[in-house]
């Protein structure tokens, strides 16, 4: 599949938040090697910020330090609504901080029990706090999807022109693709700095609310790579990248080979095994049984695949089982120099289904070879 003609062509920037709200994510934790590690590779991916929270422990203030000195302007401190947080950022190194605050009005009176007007002087006196360190700050609206919408626009509208990005918070992924289109360009006539997308998958639609902001001129995303982080994850790296390439036309200049790498490592340090069929990186992602399918990639591989699995670092594989047809099965034993007679085939086939059934799974190729191989002794 060639990449369409680019739709829209503004510059977006990629928010990783992996070793923040990923490890939020129940049961994560990341060692400080680990975290070293994913900062690396999500720099030379080509992420324009790296989100990390120093004020969560000791450990995570000497991993901040060390990144900030590594990577110098690209890491991102999150810090809540507290100056103690803004001053610790500081005397870490970090150059960029991103300030949050809730907008709801659920959040406001029973998580904080203020007003809105109290909530809007309060940052923006951490605001001007934050700048007087010679910090760039961005701001998080969190919950921002479901704030009243008058109180969001006054809210964007008093604070855009100090900060650098304001970050749209889908706090509890409530956000569909059309209203993310109108909420960004709405919100683009009242506001002066950048915005973003921080869109969490509660009903598996940040990856496409992600990119319909984007489509709407969000020149900023943040996600995680793998998708994951509270409950049911954030936006996927991996995925917003690949539909901006491949179904947008809109070349982001980072190495996506380097994509399955990266979400190889999450879901090994993580320990959260990745769904099978999550797309892009799950294991069945670029895997083929159906007889019909399989043939059909043999011939031309474009026929059951969006693009080369080879682009972002994966390996196309066939298995075998109940729904293998003969033509996969010759093809995958002629490739190791193994000829079966036409009969021998169907009764090998057959036994392979039988298998398969008897079993309730699919055989892998070298499974497939070995069973021939006993099959012919």
């Given at each position: 599949?060639?990449p369409?003609?680019a739709?829209?062509s503004?510059?977006?920037d990629?928010?990783?938040t992996?070793?923040?709200?990923?490890?939020?994510?129940?049961?994560?934790v990341?060692?400080?090697d680990?975290?070293i590690?994913?900062?690396?590779?999500s720099?030379?991916?080509?992420?324009?910020?790296?989100?990390?929270?120093?004020?969560?422990?000791?450990?995570?203030?000497?991993?901040?330090?060390?990144?900030a000195e590594?990577?110098?302007?690209?890491?991102s401190?999150?810090?809540r609504a507290k100056p103690d947080?803004?001053?610790?950022?500081?005397?870490?190194g970090?150059?960029?901080v991103?300030?949050f605050?809730?907008?709801s009005?659920?959040h406001?009176?029973f998580?904080?029990g203020?007003?809105?007007?109290?909530?809007l002087?309060?940052?923006?006196?951490?605001?001007?706090?934050?700048?007087?360190?010679g910090?760039?700050v961005?701001f998080?609206?969190?919950?921002?999807?479901?704030?009243d919408?008058?109180?969001l626009?006054?809210?964007?509208?008093?604070?855009?022109?100090?900060?650098?990005?304001f970050?749209?918070?889908?706090?509890?992924?409530?956000?569909?693709p059309?209203?993310?289109?109108?909420?960004?360009s709405?919100?683009?006539?009242?506001?002066?700095?950048?915005?973003g997308?921080?869109?969490?998958?509660?009903f598996g639609l940040a990856?496409?609310?992600t990119?319909e902001?984007i489509?709407?001129?969000?020149?900023?995303?943040?996600?995680t790579f793998?998708g994951?982080?509270?409950?049911a994850?954030?936006?996927?790296?991996e995925?917003?990248?690949?539909?901006?390439?491949?179904l947008?036309?809109?070349e982001?200049?980072?190495?996506y080979q380097?994509?399955s790498?990266i979400?190889?490592l999450?879901?090994?340090?993580?320990?959260?095994?990745?769904?099978?069929?999550?797309?892009?990186?799950?294991?069945?992602?670029?895997?083929?049984?159906?007889?019909?399918?399989?043939?059909?990639v043999?011939?031309?591989?474009?026929?059951y695949?969006?693009?080369d699995?080879?682009?972002?670092?994966?390996?196309?594989?066939f298995?075998?089982?109940?729904?293998?047809g003969?033509?996969?099965?010759?093809?995958?034993?002629e490739?190791?120099?193994?000829?079966?007679?036409?009969?021998?085939?169907?009764?090998?086939?057959?036994?392979?289904?039988s298998?398969?059934?008897?079993?309730?799974r699919?055989?892998?190729?070298d499974?497939?070879?070995?069973?021939?191989?006993?099959?012919?002794v």
């Amino acid at each position: 599949m060639n990449p369409p003609k680019a739709i829209f062509s503004h510059e977006i920037d990629i928010h990783d938040t992996t070793l923040r709200d990923g490890e939020q994510m129940p049961g994560v934790v990341f060692t400080p090697d680990e975290k070293i590690l994913l900062a690396s590779k999500s720099a030379e991916f080509g992420c324009s910020f790296i989100d990390i929270m120093p004020a969560v422990s000791e450990s995570e203030q000497a991993v901040t330090k060390r990144l900030a000195e590594m990577f110098p302007g690209k890491i991102s401190a999150s810090c809540r609504a507290k100056p103690d947080d803004i001053e610790l950022a500081a005397r870490l190194g970090v150059q960029r901080v991103t300030l949050f605050a809730p907008l709801s009005d659920v959040h406001l009176r029973f998580k904080l029990g203020i007003s809105r007007e109290e909530n809007l002087q309060r940052s923006l006196v951490l605001i001007d706090y934050a700048r007087s360190f010679g910090l760039i700050v961005d701001f998080a609206g969190e919950d921002a999807t479901r704030a009243d919408r008058a109180y969001l626009e006054e809210f964007l509208g008093e604070i855009s022109g100090a900060i650098d990005i304001f970050y749209i918070a889908d706090t509890v992924g409530c956000l569909t693709p059309p209203r993310a289109h109108r909420l960004v360009s709405e919100l683009k006539t009242v506001s002066s700095c950048k915005l973003g997308l921080h869109v969490h998958n509660d009903f598996g639609l940040a990856t496409a609310s992600t990119i319909e902001g984007i489509r709407a001129g969000a020149s900023v995303f943040s996600g995680t790579f793998a998708g994951i982080g509270e409950r049911a994850g954030n936006a996927p790296i991996e995925e917003v990248c690949a539909s901006l390439l491949y179904l947008c036309g809109v070349e982001l200049g980072v190495d996506y080979q380097l994509i399955s790498e990266i979400c190889s490592l999450v879901e090994q340090f993580s320990k959260v095994n990745l769904q099978a069929h999550k797309p892009l990186v799950g294991a069945n992602a670029f895997s083929h049984e159906s007889g019909i399918h399989a043939d059909g990639v043999i011939k031309e591989p474009s026929t059951y695949e969006p693009f080369d699995p080879e682009a972002i670092g994966r390996r196309r594989k066939f298995w075998f089982g109940k729904h293998s047809g003969r033509g996969i099965v010759k093809h995958a034993l002629e490739s190791v120099g193994v000829h079966l007679p036409e009969d021998e085939l169907d009764g090998f086939l057959a036994d392979i289904k039988s298998r398969a059934e008897h079993e309730k799974r699919s055989f892998s190729e070298d499974e497939l070879i070995g069973m021939c191989r006993r099959v012919r002794v």
